[in-house]
C-alpha cells in the first residue's frame, strides 16, 4: 500500500509527486496518457517564471518528471476506473490491477470542450483538431479556423500562423477574453482574421473539412467559409466523471476544496485544473500540487498512519 497516489502527470500531479516522495511518503503517480499534461503540449510557455526567454511545455513537464523520477516517485501507466473509499484506505481500480493508498491526490486536470454542432464528431482527426501543437504542421500554406476568444484560441492562432496561410478566428463577441500582450500579438499579425459575434453552426466536407458555416448571432446570417482545418478552443471540462459521487463539486464539475487542497473526504485531496479556482496556469497547478502533498504528509502524521 502506497502512502501517496495521485491519480493525473500534469504540473499539479507531477509537483505532488515531488513533494511527496521528499517528504519520504512511498509516492505513486498514475497517468492514463503521457506525461505532463495539457502543458506537454504547449508550444512554448512565456509567463512560468525563472524562464526569461519562455520553455518549451514539453521541456518543462519532462524536467519535472525527471525531477519526481529522482527523489523516488513511482510512474505507472494506466487509467482509473473507479475510485472506493474501505475504511483508512482508498482503493483506485485500473483495468487490470487495484492500487492501494492511504492518501489520494486528484490531478486529473480538464479535457477541451466540443462544440457539439453537425460534422465536428465525424471530422475529428480529418480537419477538426483541438490541438494546434498537435496538428498545426498539417496546415502549411493552407487555411485554417480558429473557434474561442481566450487565451488558448489566440496562442493557438499566433501559433498556426507559423504553418498556415491565413487563419481566421471565430469569436461569439466581439471582444476577446484572452490576457491582452496576446489580444496586440494577434491583431499585429496580418495572417490572422477575426470573424466577431459569430458561431459555428455546421461543419461540411467530404473526406476532409472543407467548409464551415458560421453564423452572426446579431443579424442572425449565416455564411459558408472555406477551410482545410479548424481548431476548437472553446475551454475545458473538467475530467471529475469518476469522483462525481465521492466529493463536492461545484455546478460546472469543478473540485471545490479549501485551501489545502482537502475535499471534505478524509485523506483525499486535489490539485491543479480539476479544482475550483480562480486562476489556471501552470504556475498555480505546481503550487496546488506543493500544497496537496505536504497536506497528504500532515493527514498521515495526524492519524499516525505514516
Ligand atoms: P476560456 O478562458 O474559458 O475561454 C474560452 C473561450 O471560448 C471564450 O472566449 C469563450 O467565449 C469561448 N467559448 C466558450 N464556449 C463556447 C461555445 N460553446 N461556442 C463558442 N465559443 C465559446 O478557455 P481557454 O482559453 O482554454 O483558457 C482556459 C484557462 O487556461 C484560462 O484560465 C486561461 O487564462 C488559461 N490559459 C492561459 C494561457 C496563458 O497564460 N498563456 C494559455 C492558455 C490557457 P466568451 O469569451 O464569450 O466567454
Known sequence: MYDLAIIGAGP?????????????????????MYP???????????????????IGGAELTEAMKKQAERFGAQFLNGEVEKIEKQNEKFLLH??????????V?????????RLGVKGEKEFTGKGVSY??????????????????????????????THFARSVTVVHRRNELRATKI????????EKIKFIWDSVVEEIRGADAVQEVVVKNLKTGETTSIPVDGVFVAIGWDP????VKDLVK????????????????VPGLFAAGDIREKSLRQVVTAVADGAVAAVSAEKYLEEHQMR
Open 239 to 242: 475530467n471529475t466523471a469518476i
Open 131 to 160: 490541438c494546434a501543437t498537435c496538428d498545426g504542421a498539417f496546415y502549411t500554406d493552407r487555411t485554417v479556423m480558429v473557434i474561442g476568444g481566450g487565451d488558448t484560441a489566440i496562442e493557438e492562432a499566433l501559433f498556426l
Open 94 to 103: 485500473l483495468k487490470n490491477e487495484t492500487v492501494e493508498a492511504k492518501t
Open 36 to 54: 505532463g499534461g495539457q502543458a506537454a503540449i504547449t508550444d512554448i510557455i512565456e509567463n512560468y517564471p525563472g524562464f526569461t526567454e519562455g
Open 182 to 189: 496576446l489580444q496586440e500579438r494577434a491583431f499585429k499579425n
Open 105 to 113: 491526490i486528484l490531478a486529473m486536470g480538464a479535457q477541451a470542450r
Open 249 to 264: 463539486l461545484n455546478e460546472k464539475g469543478y473540485i471545490i476544496t479549501d485551501e489545502n487542497m482537502a475535499t471534505g
Open 12 to 32: 499539479a500531479g507531477l509537483s505532488a509527486a515531488i513533494y511527496g516522495a521528499r517528504a519520504r511518503l512511498s509516492t505513486v503517480i498514475i497517468e492514463k
